[in-house]
């Protein structure tokens, strides 16, 4: 049974851990009995939850992200743990020497503005923070603490880009960046962007055994970054893409072309046949093609999501354009494209009507038309 005494011109809190073993918490001199009632309140919700631990055997900060990147090791992808380790050595110095207990609302509001100060680019800063966010989870999943403080934190915002329209390219743009980029790989590979939604690491990695010409589909199963290849990240990504006509027709007129025409090769690589890098594709060929044919700069992502407007707008079924696109559900699709859909749309509702009335000789129908040639 837990108590509080007094001892020595002290409030000491006596209990029993979670484990059974009496305890004993001192608070400093000066509070007062309500003080410690509240402590005690506090400690045994602490052993209720099975994350009581005295302060000599709290990890820090440090030693828990220590723990979590061993944890995480063998279960994400090489590339993607060099950047959490990269963002645990370098950006939570702050942080480390602290208690993880320590960790609280207030210090990673502190966090937060500190880098904001110093100018951090705020999609860096969202990056880190989900990187801070999972090694706190870690600590509540191994009762180090008893909720994760990043929750309740303000994230910071992007005052800069609210409110920015997403950017895709209308119907005849697409023409002129085809138009304006020579014959060939490159535009191949921005027609087979724009026809499939395929995101740009799916795209570099594509192998000529990928493809099924009978079928006009090709396989998406791995995607690629900095020369390596990687599965899909999720069950979802991993799919099967319809084929255009003219996107199979220009596929078998580069593979006639192409130095590299094995089921193992890639399909869009470089000169000496490796990975074609990302930012290589861009700065010197998709942002020229894009200056050439006097279009807008819109990032090479832009070309998915011109896609999926595209699709959206002829009216196409949702859930096949989710699966086009390897989203995990059709809300997904939804929550990313919603604003494209048309808050009205006459043709639907004459089509209801026609479903409804237009066999059955109803008097409304006759006499809307009748009001209809009237006011004609």
Known sequence: MACIVKRRGRWVVDFRDHTGKRRWKSLRKGLKKEDAEREMKRVLEQVEN????????????????????????????????EVLEIHVRIHFTDLDPLKISQVTIPVLEKFITTRQEKKMHIATLRKVLVTLGQVLAYAVKNRYLNSNPLRDTERPRDVR???????????EQVGQLLENTPAGMYRTLFLFAVMTGARQGEILSLQWGD????????????TGRDGRLFPTKTKYSNRRVDLSPVVVRELRKWRLESRFKKDDDLIFPTE????????????????????K??????????????????????GENVKYIQTQLGHSSP??????YTHLLKPTNQEAVLRLENTIFANDGSKMVAETKKD????G
């Open 331 to 336: 809300t997904v699709t939804l929550n990313v």
């Open 161 to 171: 880009h609210e409110g920015r329209e997403m950017q895709i390219l209308a119907p």
């Open 372 to 375: 209809l040639t009237a006011s």
């Open 50 to 81: 099975q994350t009581y631990l005295p302060k000599s055997e709290i990890p820090t900060f440090a030693e828990v992200a220590k723990y979590w990147l061993a944890y995480k090791k063998p279960k994400v992808r090489e590339t993607y743990w």
């Open 293 to 314: 044919a006097e279009l807008p700069t819109i990032t090479f992502h832009d070309l998915r999501h011109t896609y999926a407007s595209l699709m959206i707008e002829q």
């Open 211 to 222: 493809l099924d010409l009978e079928k006009k589909q090709i396989h998406i199963q791995r």
């Open 272 to 291: 000496p046949g490796n990975m074609m890098s990302r930012n290589n594709l861009v700065e010197r060929y998709y942002l020229p093609a894009l200056k």
